[in-house]
């Protein structure tokens, strides 16, 4: 079963997903059957109707965005002009430049258009052709789930109110065996669940549809705003083209995508590449602030790690991004800090090897002082780490080492210099 377009849905999520379905409607359905029965009033059928179109275009949505996916930028892609090259970056994997407002999904393994976010729900990525899909996906959840919600409660509600059928005699029984009973009290707890986790999102999704603006672009502008001096001019994010135009290219009337994911239009001001030159800036931006850190100790990359420490167990970062092995001796670049995890690329020895980029504990790691880049640097090898200090952030530690052909030895942070 889990072989060609059937391997998106062999998945923990999208498999969640369609048991949470399944037990809600089929809990909804019964629990409709005694209170509204459907052939006894119009009521009843208008109820039965329309929770069932909500849960069919749950269904058909859900799995229109898990299997007709974001839309991926060509393997080897490059720009209709060669001179646009120098504005756009790079992705070693796909062989090929982003194109604006592209990005690179590691779990899918392609360069995604206007990526979002990747969703385990549906296992796929939520980008240019399947954003329509997935936010019609949570609306119709959500109205499902309130729906289902409130007839079950009441049904409840009518089944233990002794004093409700003394008085309405003549109204359908309600009645529960301890399974039914159990099912629908979990049925309940699953749509309260979905109304307010999936509303969220919903709302998340219709402020971004909105802006034009995805989650990635969110944290491209704040960047761009934070690292500007008070004397520059303020950056004027370029796909912002109003509510309406905005919601137009992600809602068709013909229920089609809009445009080629690869030409956006743009603000006046403003270009194709206004976003990725910032990109490359800031990318340009990150790569000096980067800082080479020495292995001191094994980190075998769980994601709570109490060998290290209490404190490092429960303070994990809040990603789903990779948490890296480590080896005494190795050299991770750094470009990311929290108090009890960093963020880094682990230097090869090999040039051609896969990039391993990640978090991993602070305490497993020293800097080694004074040089930004690996590559120019004094070489460390072997060397000998004590007990992290928990009073500060950084190690204290007495290290021996050879650098350079030389034995140094420091106590404290390590330094080094070249000779």
């Known amino acids: 079963m889990c072989f060609g377009p059937l391997k998106r849905l062999c998945h923990w999520g999208p498999l969640t997903a369609l048991g949470i379905i399944k037990i809600i409607s089929f809990m909804m359905v019964h629990c409709s059957n005694m209170l509204l029965p459907p052939t ?142 159990a099912l629908t009290v979990f049925a309940i707890g699953l749509a309260i669940g979905v109304v307010l986790s999936v509303g969220a999102l919903f709302f998340f999704q219709i402020r971004a549809i909105l802006r034009n603006r995805t989650g990635i672009e969110d944290w491209i502008l704040a960047k761009a705003i934070l690292r500007r001096e008070p004397n520059e001019p303020t950056f004027v994010y370029p796909y912002n083209l109003g509510w309406k135009e905005n919601f137009k290219q992600v809602f068709s009337f013909n229920f089609e995508t809009v445009g080629d994911g690869i030409t956006w239009p743009v603000v006046k001001g403003c270009n194709q590449y206004t976003l990725t030159i910032e990109q490359k800036e800031q990318k340009q931006e990150k790569r000096l602030r980067t800082r080479p850190y020495l292995v001191c100790k094994k980190y075998s990359g769980w994601w709570f790690p109490i060998i290290h420490g209490w404190r490092v167990c429960l303070s994990p970062p809040l990603s789903d991004e990779p948490r890296i092995p480590l080896n005494p001796s190795e050299t991770v670049n750094v470009t990311r800090w929290r108090k009890y995890w960093l963020f880094g690329e682990k230097v090869p020895d090999d040039p051609s090897a896969k990039r391993l980029r990640g978090w991993f504990p602070r305490c497993c790691v020293i800097e080694i002082g004074g040089y930004g880049d690996t590559n120019t640097g004094p070489k460390f090898h072997a060397g000998i780490c004590g007990r992290p200090n928990s009073s500060t952030a950084t190690p204290s530690l007495f290290f021996c080492g050879v650098v350079d052909g030389s034995l140094t030895g420091a106590g404290g942070a390590v330094t080094a210099s070249s000779k």
Not at 40 to 69: P, V
Not at 104 to 127: A, E, F, Q, S, Y
């Open 40 to 181: 006894a009033s119009f009521l009843g059928f208008l109820n039965m109707i329309t929770f069932l179109l909500c849960s069919g275009l749950t269904i058909y949505n859900f799995l229109s965005s898990m299997f007709e996916g974001p839309g991926y930028l060509p393997f080897k892609w490059l720009p209709e002009y060669a001179a646009d090259e120098a504005f756009l970056q790079f992705c070693k994997i796909c062989e090929g430049f982003k194109a604006p407002r592209s990005h690179h999904c590691r779990k899918c393994g392609r360069c995604v258009l206007k990526m979002d976010h990747h969703c385990p729900w549906i296992n796929n990525c939520v980008g240019h052709a399947n954003h329509a899909h997935f936010t019609l996906f949570l609306f119709f959840s959500v109205c499902g789930c309130i729906q289902a919600a409130v007839i079950m409660s009441i049904s409840l509600y009518r089944a233990f109110n002794k004093i409700w059928y003394s008085n309405y005699g003549y109204e359908n029984p309600v009645q529960f065996t301890v399974s039914t009973l």
